[in-house]
């Protein structure tokens, strides 16, 4: 089993940042990959970013490149979102999610991952 936190959400301006973390604890030894969802209201869950944790390959959605930054803290068992220039459409709850078989080609789907952060909420408005 694996837990995962998210903390560092918040309300912040258009053009603000905000820094997520999600911090892993349990089996989470082994190669495995962690990423990012988000979900506004009356909408699907929606993918943001991903990274393996070793060799940290990068993914991300075509909305948020050059935008977000996604990073990880192997000592730490933390995984980061960079989030940098935000819009408003950036709203809703972001879910850290984790899984030790993900291939490549499906860091993107979040029926790959077995485990799943509580989420937190980003507010992004004037």
């Known amino acids: 089993q694996v837990q995962l936190v998210e903390s560092g959400g918040g309300l912040v301006q258009p053009g603000g940042s905000l820094r997520l973390s999600c911090s892993a604890s349990g089996r989470t030894s082994g190669s495995y990959a962690m990423g990012w969802f988000r979900q506004a209201p009356g909408k699907e869950r929606e993918f943001v970013a991903a990274i393996r944790w070793r060799g940290g390959t990068t993914v991300y959605a075509d909305s948020v490149k050059g935008r977000f930054t996604i990073s990880r803290d192997n000592a730490k068992n933390t995984m980061y979102l960079q989030m940098n220039s935000l819009k408003p459409e950036d709203t809703g709850v972001y879910y850290c999610?984790?899984?030790?078989?993900?291939?490549?080609?499906?860091?993107?789907?979040?029926?790959?991952?077995?485990?799943w952060g509580q989420g937190i909420q980003v507010t992004v408005s004037s």
């Open positions: 999610a984790a899984d030790s078989t993900i291939i490549l080609s499906s860091l993107s789907d979040s029926r790959a991952y077995d485990y």
